[in-house]
């Protein structure tokens, strides 16, 4: 039971370059989140969804896309990445609506 | 609408008590506390429910007012491994997604 895994773990990109952050969860959870976390900052959502094939904008969704085809993946693309997206990604699932979140090891993403 | 956390940060020595608290500016159904280690994702401790219901760790308490729409954690006889940063996430209950805002975070340290 691996939990929730992200990936890559780290990785660089140069302005504009594209890239998708890969999250997976084996508990068979139907809420899964994306969030940033910036220094002083907290975590912020980007994109959530509540079941496979849906999903929705959270707080500071701009400059994100996200896809949910199978209920245990949830993924993060970054069309155009920007020096501002320089954050550390953390992809989360829930059972359902107040419950725990469990938190995957996060991804480091740094944009020149 | 993030809610605030307080103290910003804290410093304790091994066996002393510390509380970190959370306001909100809006009426709250849940509150969720993480705990996050420098380098890894945040880990849960417990959520508290409107009406008194509380799920989450053994040996760490909290309170939560849901007329004064404040939360607080309560870290007793605190042991080394308590250090790292506390964040609570907040939730109205309106939109049954799970979706969590979270406070900018509580630094704690604890001295040998």
């Known amino acids: 039971n691996a939990g929730v895994t992200q990936t890559p773990k780290f990785r660089v990109l140069k302005t504009g370059q594209s890239m998708t952050l890969l999250c997976a969860q084996d508990m068979n959870h139907e809420y899964m989140y994306w969030y940033r976390q910036d220094p002083g900052m907290g975590l912020r959502l980007i994109h959530y969804s509540v079941g496979e094939g849906t999903t929705a904008k959270g707080e500071v969704p701009d400059g994100y896309n996200v896809s949910r085809l199978k209920k245990q993946n949830f993924l993060l693309g970054l069309e155009s990445a920007a020096p501002s997206q320089t954050s550390v990604y953390f992809c989360?699932?829930?059972?359902?609506?107040?419950?725990?979140?469990?938190f995957g090891p996060g991804t480091r993403l740094t944009v020149t | 609408q993030q809610p605030v956390q307080s103290p910003q940060a804290v410093i304790l020595r091994e066996g002393e008590d510390a509380v970190i608290n959370c306001s909100s500016s809006k009426a709250l159904y849940s509150v969720h506390w993480y705990r996050q280690k420098h380098g890894e994702a945040p880990v849960f401790l417990m959520i508290l429910l409107k009406g008194g219901e509380q799920k989450g760790h053994d040996k760490i308490s909290a309170s939560f007012n849901e007329k004064k729409q404040q939360s607080s954690l309560y870290l007793t006889a605190s042991q080394l491994s308590y250090s790292g940063t506390y964040f609570c996430g907040t939730s109205d209950g309106s939109s049954n997604t799970g979706k969590l805002i979270f406070g900018q975070g509580t630094t704690l340290q604890v001295k040998p």
């Open positions: 989360a699932s829930s059972y359902g609506d107040h419950y725990e979140q469990y």
